[in-house]
């Protein structure tokens, strides 16, 4: 390793720690409990020409890819030479930024001294609520679904834009929450700059392009020589999902590897639908590049260079390319299952590397409704419990019991949402036998009752849920994942998975996550990993019988 290569990596780990510590100041201070315990966030810092250079590790697919090409439009609303040290431009625009209009993505230009332009900071967070019909696959075209930001300055060095601030705190109906969550997205933007320069400093760089460009072309020929090293080939893939109003529509994939590229083509999916579950090509590009990432060049840091490889296409109007107006709210339960979609593709070409389907989408738990307080008044209130599946078993090892894949998002604790909301939490533990049998189990799901913690007043339940009909599939022999379902207790009301419902006063939610999907024969299993699984309660004696055919020996006196 050459003297000057040694000096780039050096730069390059500082630079990681920079944007590493930007996305840690957004998660300190923001205001939403989806930035400050889940981490639904992105960070990153760009090139002067609008190309990514280095993204935190905190953060979501979802946002961090989806920004990587959203900078570009920002700097033609307004180009380099138009920016001023303390600007900061914001928008939440779904077809330029990070698909729906819940997160707001900021972008701050960072000067040297000389007042010329060193890089551009981003960052992106989901707020509170941004006002429409709130959360949820309810609306039938974006006017529906709440502020709409197109690009615009937010703040200059005299601050923020006072009609800009008038006009976001007059649309949304917790104005100083999401007030707060733009704050801290300018606090993590400044912090990262300040890093920056201080790195820039001490190392005696007058610009960052010299290292840029080096990380940029080096990330580029190994995300080439990862690719090359799979088969050449053409690969079809196809996933139903549940749909809405109970339909099922089809994801349709062909995926071609290409010696040095990949090409994604989305043609033959389904028609986007006057319903919020239709995906913005951005955040469609951002989940294909993940699933690939996954399994093709893990390792290559993500970035321009690297994203260049990958090419997507949808037909415009389908659900994975749909224009304005349509509806877009929750996008993510579409968009969240091309990872699975990817992988069906890449295990015609290597079936031993491919882990099995899962629960995929979040099945967050979107919950409104007001407190009554002891003056006699009433306050609103809306929360998001961010809930899990089970991962699919894995080439090696089982899958993951209730973990957010591919969002990467965290669950946030019942401590955290009783104390934010009046919510009474009565059960949050595994969900056993929801993982399907195979060599590789599949994850487990989860068990979640909750109800207002005032017995006389109701919730407002927005449901946006996968796997509701059709399982995650298991793979190469093993057996698919439990689908999902949610119901009232103690009537025993079943729920639907997509749309607003109301939770009676006195009624409790009971909401049962997928599994994972298992992965080969459950034949295969190793007898000590099943004898595990019974002492842990996570397989019941007889779904193990069922299942794998007989209870390990050496267990049966411990059941």
Same mark, same amino acid.
């Given at each position: 390793?050459?003297?000057?290569?040694?000096?780039?990596?050096?730069?390059?780990?500082?630079?990681?720690?920079?944007?590493?510590?930007?996305?840690?100041?957004?998660?300190?201070?923001?205001?939403?409990?989806?930035?400050?315990?889940?981490?639904?966030?992105?960070?990153?810092?760009?090139?002067?020409?609008?190309?990514?250079?280095?993204?935190?590790?905190?953060?979501?697919?979802?946002?961090?890819?989806?920004?990587?090409?959203?900078?570009?439009?920002?700097?033609?609303?307004?180009?380099?030479?138009?920016?001023?040290?303390?600007?900061?431009?914001?928008?939440?625009?779904?077809?330029?930024?990070?698909?729906?209009?819940?997160?707001?993505?900021?972008?701050?230009?960072?000067?040297?001294?000389?007042?010329?332009?060193?890089?551009?900071?981003?960052?992106?967070?989901?707020?509170?609520?941004?006002?429409?019909?709130?959360?949820?696959?309810?609306?039938?075209?974006?006017?529906?679904?709440?502020?709409? $930001?197109?690009?615009?300055?937010?703040?200059?060095? =005299?601050?923020?834009?006072? #009609?800009? @601030?008038? *006009? &976001?705190? !007059?649309? %949304?109906?917790?104005?100083?929450?999401?007030?707060?969550?733009?704050?801290?997205?300018?606090?993590?933007?400044?912090?990262?700059?300040?890093?920056?320069?201080?790195?820039?400093?001490?190392?005696?760089?007058a610009a960052l392009e010299p290292l840029g460009g080096f990380i940029?072309?080096?990330?580029?020929?190994?995300?080439?020589?990862?690719?090359?090293?799979?088969?050449?080939?053409?690969?079809?893939?196809?996933l139903q999902m549940d749909g809405f109003d109970g339909q099922t529509?089809?994801?349709?994939?062909?995926?071609?590897?290409?010696?040095?590229?990949?090409?994604?083509?989305?043609?033959?999916?389904?028609?986007?639908?006057?319903?919020? $579950?239709?995906?913005?090509?951005?955040?469609?590009? =951002?989940?294909?590049?993940? #699933?690939? @990432?996954? *399994? &093709?060049? !893990?390792? %290559?840091?993500?970035?321009?260079?690297?994203?260049?490889?990958?090419?997507?296409?949808?037909?415009?109007?389908?659900?994975?390319?749909?224009?304005?107006?349509?509806?877009?709210?929750?996008?993510?339960?579409?968009?969240?299952?091309?990872?699975?979609?990817?992988?069906?593709?890449?295990?015609?070409?290597?079936?031993?590397?491919?882990?099995?389907?899962?629960?995929?989408?979040?099945?967050?738990?979107?919950?409104?409704?007001?407190?009554?307080?002891?003056?006699?008044?009433?306050?609103?209130?809306?929360?998001?419990?961010?809930?899990?599946?089970?991962?699919?078993?894995?080439?090696?090892?089982?899958?993951?019991?209730?973990?957010?894949?591919?969002?990467?998002?965290?669950?946030?604790?019942?401590?955290?949402?009783?104390?934010?909301?009046? *919510?009474?939490?009565?059960?949050?533990?595994?969900?056993?036998?929801?993982?399907?049998?195979?060599?590789?189990?599949?994850?487990l799901g989860q068990v979640i009752e909750v109800q207002h913690a005032?017995?006389?007043?109701?919730?407002?339940?927005?449901?946006?849920?996968?796997?509701?009909?059709?399982?995650?599939?298991?793979?190469?022999?093993?057996?698919?994942?439990?689908?999902?379902?949610?119901?009232?207790?103690?009537?025993?009301?079943?729920?639907?998975?997509?749309?607003?419902?109301?939770?009676?006063?006195?009624?409790?939610?009971?909401?049962?996550?997928?599994?994972?999907?298992?992965?080969?024969?459950?034949?295969?299993?190793?007898?000590?990993?099943?004898?595990?699984?019974?002492?842990?309660?996570?397989?019941?004696?007889?779904?193990?019988?069922?299942?794998?055919?007989?209870?390990?020996?050496?267990?049966?006196?411990?059941?």
């Amino acid at each position: 390793m050459s003297e000057q290569t040694l000096r780039w990596q050096l730069m390059w780990t500082r630079l990681l720690a920079v944007v590493e510590e930007q996305a840690q100041t957004l998660v300190r201070t923001a205001f939403g409990t989806a930035t400050r315990e889940a981490g639904d966030l992105s960070a990153g810092v760009f090139l002067p020409d609008g190309r990514m250079l280095a993204q935190a590790v905190t953060g979501t697919p979802g946002h961090v890819n989806a920004m990587a090409g959203s900078v570009a439009h920002f700097l033609r609303e307004f180009p380099a030479e138009t920016m001023r040290a303390g600007d900061a431009y914001l928008s939440n625009d779904p077809w330029l930024c990070t698909g729906h209009l819940f997160d707001m993505t900021l972008v701050s230009p960072v000067f040297d001294a000389g007042g010329r332009l060193l890089a551009l900071f981003a960052s992106t967070l989901h707020v509170v609520d941004i006002g429409g019909i709130g959360p949820g696959p309810d609306a039938s075209e974006i006017f529906h679904e709440g502020l709409f $930001i197109p690009i615009l300055r937010y703040a200059s060095a =005299a601050g923020v834009d006072r #009609g800009v @601030r008038a *006009l &976001i705190r !007059a649309n %949304v109906r917790y104005p100083d929450e999401v007030e707060g969550d733009l704050a801290a997205l300018r606090a993590c933007n400044e912090v990262g700059a300040r890093r920056l320069a201080a790195m820039l400093a001490e190392f005696g760089e007058a610009a960052l392009e010299p290292l840029g460009g080096f990380i940029i072309e080096r990330s580029r020929r190994a995300m080439e020589q990862a690719i090359a090293a799979w088969p050449r080939g053409v690969y079809r893939h196809r996933l139903q999902m549940d749909g809405f109003d109970g339909q099922t529509l089809s994801l349709q994939a062909e995926l071609r590897l290409l010696g040095e590229r990949i090409e994604v083509d989305y043609a033959g999916s389904a028609a986007a639908l006057p319903r919020g $579950i239709n995906v913005p090509l951005p955040y469609t590009e =951002a989940y294909t590049s993940f #699933g690939l @990432r996954c *399994l &093709i060049g !893990a390792g %290559v840091p993500n970035n321009a260079g690297s994203l260049a490889a990958i090419r997507v296409e949808a037909p415009s109007g389908s659900i994975l390319n749909a224009p304005p107006p349509h509806a877009v709210n929750a996008r993510h339960v579409t968009g969240q299952l091309l990872p699975d979609l990817m992988f069906g593709c890449l295990r015609q070409a290597r079936p031993e590397a491919v882990p099995a389907e899962g629960a995929a989408s979040l099945w967050n738990i979107n919950l409104a409704g007001q407190r009554r307080l002891e003056d006699g008044g009433r306050r609103r209130f809306a929360i998001t419990s961010f809930s899990t599946g089970g991962t699919g078993g894995r080439p090696r090892q089982d899958g993951l019991s209730t973990t957010a894949f591919p969002s990467g998002v965290r669950n946030v604790s019942i401590e955290i949402l009783e104390a934010s909301a009046p *919510l009474l939490f009565w059960r949050k533990e595994y969900r056993p036998d929801s993982g399907g049998a195979g060599r590789q189990r599949g994850g487990l799901g989860q068990v979640i009752e909750v109800q207002h913690a005032q017995e006389d007043e109701p919730l407002l339940l927005a449901a946006s849920w996968e796997r509701w009909v059709h399982a995650p599939r298991g793979a190469e022999g093993g057996a698919d994942g439990a689908t999902g379902s949610a119901r009232l207790l103690p009537s025993g009301e079943a729920l639907r998975g997509k749309g607003r419902q109301t939770i009676p006063a006195g009624q409790r939610l009971q909401v049962l996550t997928p599994g994972g999907a298992g992965l080969g024969p459950a034949a295969e299993r190793d007898p000590a990993a099943l004898a595990a699984d019974l002492r842990a309660g996570l397989v019941s004696p007889a779904a193990a019988r069922a299942a794998y055919g007989a209870i390990p020996q050496h267990n049966k006196e411990d059941l």
